[in-house]
């Protein structure tokens, strides 16, 4: 079983507090809608959960059974909107590199049905320079998913998606609930029922 | 990266070009010969390590890496990389070096152990400087102040020991020298790194 916490969080730049004091306790099955104006800390959330920032004051900590997990970023897909891919590399070898890093199987079939589910299949022997933002965003949600990371963070993952592209994200948030913890930032009220908790940040 | 191999490829090669034209004629002592080719070589290598990871805070694909891979694993993959650049131009400069500048001599094995050592240390250096100056905005400036007085002491064992090996005796002192600094840059160098990677 799974568990996120975040204990008196707290992010400042400079003199500017982004937000603190937040608490949060989120278990196996959740996800989190973090919404909240341009500015009120959304992506630093998710930042501060993934690990890539150092909180000010307070932490985060990633449970399985009760135990702190080491390295949370070791059980994490992250997904951002201004996540940059290796323009040189196709959809296919950035999958491959990201199974070996994570030491994840690497199988050529398995890593194909997987871009297959994402629709990039036929696609995914072209470099990544090639696709167009949509394409990118469904690679970066490929790579967050492959290997059904525990805990999936996502900002903004919406962005530059097609209606095909919506029904895949929220599939893929009620499959993430069934064996993990999702926490997703947007700004578009219309996604609001994909969480079954919601933040508020800014308010 | 393509740019960046490219640059210190022209880099080095201008250097090399530079010093042959103005040592033209001239017989230069060992001293000398022992810096110009030292310089040359730092001179060439600085334009690619220095982008190594500039380029992806830039390009923003630092957060995949700090996502996927262990820091220990991207310094030296990192570093990997870097030292194969470092035995490119090698490949390049040396024969160049020798054709313009002065041909080798002296204590064959003394030199191949300056360019391991020397290189070892320099790539770990640079990769470590270049890692550190990414997190920066400022970065042109503070990367030559990062590196100088690492860079400092290394450069001028290097060249002591390369004086001694052209004048045809076995550099022992710089060599160990070397090794020292060689065994601090690894027992170190990741640890430092691990701690700047992450924010």
């Not at chain 2, 050592?117 to 400087?129: K, R």
């Not at chain 2, 710089?174 to 020292?180: A, E, R, V, Y």
Request: glycine fraction near 12%; include cysteine; proline fraction near 4%.
């Amino acid at each position: 079983m799974w568990a996120l916490e975040c204990r008196r969080l707290g992010k400042r730049f400079g003199e500017r507090w982004v937000f603190r004091g937040l608490e949060l306790s989120l278990q196996m099955g959740t996800v989190l809608l973090v919404r909240g104006a341009n500015g009120s800390g959304k992506s630093t959330l998710l930042r501060l959960m993934a690990g890539l920032l150092a909180p000010t004051e307070g932490t985060v900590v990633l449970r399985y059974q009760g135990t702190p997990v080491a390295d949370r970023k070791r059980y994490l897909g992250w997904c951002a909107v201004d996540g940059a891919l290796y323009r040189e590399l196709t959809g296919y070898e950035h999958l491959r590199w990201w199974a070996q890093v994570r030491n994840l199987p690497a199988e050529r079939d398995l890593l194909l049905t997987h871009l297959e589910r994402f629709e990039l299949g036929h696609r995914a022997h072209e470099r990544v320079r090639a696709y167009s933002a949509g394409m990118r965003q469904r690679l970066r949600l490929a790579l967050a998913t492959y290997g059904a990371p525990p805990l999936l963070l996502l900002d903004e993952p919406d962005a530059g998606l097609d209606s095909s592209g919506l029904r895949l994200l929220e599939r893929t948030l009620h499959e993430q609930a069934t064996y993990g913890i999702a926490c997703f930032a947007t700004n578009r009220a219309e996604f609001a029922r994909w969480g079954n908790l919601a933040l508020e940040l800014g308010s | 990266m393509r740019q960046g191999i490219v640059a210190s490829l022209l880099m080095g090669v201008a250097t090399v070009v530079g010093i042959g034209f103005a040592a033209l004629g001239q017989t230069l002592s060992a001293g000398l010969q022992a810096g110009l080719f030292w310089t040359a070589l730092l001179f060439g290598l600085f334009p690619a390590l220095a982008r190594g990871f500039i380029v992806e805070e830039e390009t923003g694909t630092a957060d995949l890496l700090r996502i996927g891979a262990r820091p220990a694993s991207i310094f030296w993959g990192k570093w990997l990389f870097h030292a194969t650049l470092y035995a490119l131009l090698s490949v390049v400069l040396v024969p160049l070096y020798a054709l313009l500048v002065a041909p080798p001599r002296g204590h064959a094995l003394g030199w191949l152990l300056l360019w391991l050592g020397g290189g070892f240390c320099l790539t770990s250096i640079l990769t470590l400087c270049g890692a550190l100056v990414a997190q920066t905005t400022v970065r042109g400036a503070l990367l030559a102040g990062l590196t100088f007085p690492l860079l400092l002491p290394l450069i001028l064992v290097l060249i002591a020991g390369t004086r001694q090996a052209l004048e045809g005796a076995l550099p022992a002192e710089p060599l160990q020298g070397i090794f020292g600094y060689a065994l601090a840059l690894s027992a170190g160098g990741a640890w430092v790194f691990e701690k700047v990677w992450q924010e």
